[in-house]
């Protein structure tokens, strides 16, 4: 009991002490940074300038450029199959691994449809044999002068057109495998010469051509897995550094320590709107068929970017359409620079024009320094303009 009564006693005198001391004087603000001309000057010990850390433009050297890059077939030995008639799978001749030539049946179909178009090439080939019999007798009856001349010629024409029907009726069979007759075995062949990557179809399967639309998955895709594409994603700024014909060198993931060459033979024409990059498109070898499609990696390359001087990327403003830089000429003294910018990477810019190697640069927080740098301006304008009105004159 005696203890509580003497915690508010205690508390009171507390109170009355701190209120007996001397108030802490509030310390004097920071001097503002001052404008002379085209500088921006701080004074000494100024707190603002630990925030604003400098670096030293370097000379610019040839630097090693990284770019992504996708394993793909090579669409020029690489085909896909699809069938031109409706019908149902008899027969599988092929299977996914093996090694195949260019022109072997990989699977037959009994084909109604492809019926019809052989016995449309048996028809022309009848109908060409009447047209020559008939064309013979005409020429024998106009020898004998009973035939007149334009029976004959008509007769000729008749020649021509069933041997043209033929040609055309006899061209569509051969393409898909038919030799002649009619038996509705409508054969896959093989266009190119590699191994079979993927395949779709089964014994006893129906199939029609429009089930078969885009995206669809072929029956069969041939390819030649030693031959290989790379698609690689380059910025507009590194474009330049694979021309046509240009050997570079490509990393997998899979293989770090393996270094694979490649050859630049395509490039697009168009930037991706969303990645802001160029599809480059290069042939690699895959001889020993250590690369497989899809993998991916990066190109690598050394690239000179021309004269001029690095700095940091975060060291470079945009303001009204000019690209600015602050350069410290003194401790505790900025001046904008205008600055042109040769080349863009993630972390570094090369300043072609603006900037001179062993120049010292700000390195961060440059927008807080160019909002400072206006409020400077603005507080030096409004000094003149009050001045301008004391003036007596």
């Not at 509580?4 to 509030?26: K, N």
């Not at 004959?152 to 006899?170: D, F, G, H, P």
Request: proline share 7%.
């Amino acid at each position: 009991m005696r203890y509580r009564r003497f915690v508010p006693i205690c508390l009171a005198l507390l109170f009355a002490l701190s209120g007996c001391q001397d108030p802490q004087p509030p310390s004097p603000p920071a001097a503002k940074p001052i404008l002379e001309g085209s500088q921006l000057r701080f004074p000494a010990g100024h707190p603002q300038l630990t925030s604003l850390p400098t670096v030293m433009a370097e000379r610019a050297q040839p630097v090693d450029i990284e770019m992504p890059a996708r394993v793909v077939w090579d669409e020029d030995r690489t085909q896909r199959l699809y069938p031109a008639f409706a019908g149902r799978v008899m027969r599988i001749q092929a299977d996914v691994g093996q090694r195949i030539s260019a022109g072997q049946v990989l699977a037959e179909l009994a084909s109604p449809e492809f019926g019809v178009a052989q016995a449309e090439s048996a028809r022309a080939q009848a109908d060409l044999g009447q047209a020559r019999r008939q064309h013979e007798r005409l020429r024998d009856l106009h020898g004998l002068g009973v035939a007149p001349r334009k029976e004959l010629e008509q007769a000729e024409t008749e020649v021509l057109r069933a041997q043209a029907e033929l040609e055309r009726a006899q061209a569509r069979t051969q393409l898909y495998g038919s030799s002649g007759g009619v038996n509705q075995r409508l054969a896959l062949v093989a266009g190119v010469t590699g191994v079979i990557i993927e395949r779709n179809v089964n014994p006893g399967q129906e199939l029609r051509p429009d089930q078969f639309g885009p995206g669809s998955p072929a029956l069969y895709v041939l390819s030649d897995p030693t031959r290989l594409w790379l698609l690689i994603d380059v910025r507009e700024g590194e474009l330049a550094a694979l021309p046509i014909g240009r050997q570079i060198g490509f990393v997998a993931h899979a293989y770090p320590q393996r270094r694979f060459t490649a050859t630049v033979h395509a490039s697009s024409d168009a930037i991706d709107p969303v990645s802001r990059t160029i599809k480059v498109r290069a042939r690699i070898d895959n001889a020993d068929r250590a690369l497989k499609v899809e993998m991916l990696g990066k190109v690598r390359l050394s690239q000179s970017l021309g004269e001029g001087v690095f700095i940091p990327a975060a060291s470079v403003f945009l303001q009204e359409g000019n690209h600015w830089a602050y350069v410290v000429p003194a401790p505790g003294v900025f001046e904008p620079r205008k600055v042109s910018i040769g080349h863009r990477g993630s972390s570094r810019v090369l300043i072609s024009a603006g900037l001179a190697e062993g120049e010292r640069v700000v390195s961060e927080n440059v927008l807080l320094l160019a909002r400072m740098y206006r409020n400077a301006q603005e507080t030096q304008q409004q000094g003149h303009a009050t001045t301008r009105q004391d003036d007596p004159r």
